[in-house]
C-alpha cells in the first residue's frame, strides 16, 4: 500500500437503506473532505456539513478531524422526537392508565 493516499468509508443511514461510499483521499484529509468528495451532500440536501453530526466509527467527531487510512465516516441524522419527550409522554400516559384503573374499581 502506498502513503499517497488514504482508504476511507463514509456512511449515511437512511430509515430504509444505508450509502456507503468507499473513497481514496490524499493523506491528511479532513472528515468534511471526505463529506465533500462522497457525493452525499449532493445527493441528500437535508445532509448539513456545518451543524451536522457525524462521527469517526461511532465516536462523535468535528468536521476539521483529520482522517487516517480506513476510518469510516458516520453521518448523522437529526432525532425525529426528543428522547426525554417521548418518556415523559409515556410516563404520562401510564399514570392516566393507572389512575383509570384506580378509579373505576
Known amino acids: 500500500m502506498s502513503g499517497h493516499s488514504i482508504q476511507v468509508e463514509v456512511i449515511y443511514a437512511l430509515p430504509d437503506k444505508q450509502e456507503a ?12 473532505a471526505a463529506l465533500q468528495a462522497s457525493g452525499l451532500l449532493e445527493k441528500y440536501p437535508e445532509i448539513d456539513p456545518e451543524n451536522g453530526k457525524f462521527g469517526i466509527f461511532s465516536k462523535l467527531a468535528k468536521a476539521d478531524t483529520l ?4 476510518d469510516r465516516v458516520e453521518i448523522y441524522r437529526p432525532l425525529i422526537a426528543d428522547p426525554k419527550q417521548i418518556r415523559q409522554q409515556r410516563a404520562a400516559a401510564g399514570k392516566g392508565l393507572r ?3 384506580a378509579d373505576g374499581g
Open 21 to 32: 461510499i468507499s473513497l481514496r483521499l490524499p493523506p491528511a484529509s479532513s472528515l468534511h
Open 99 to 101: 389512575k383509570g384503573v
Open 67 to 70: 482522517l487516517r487510512d480506513r
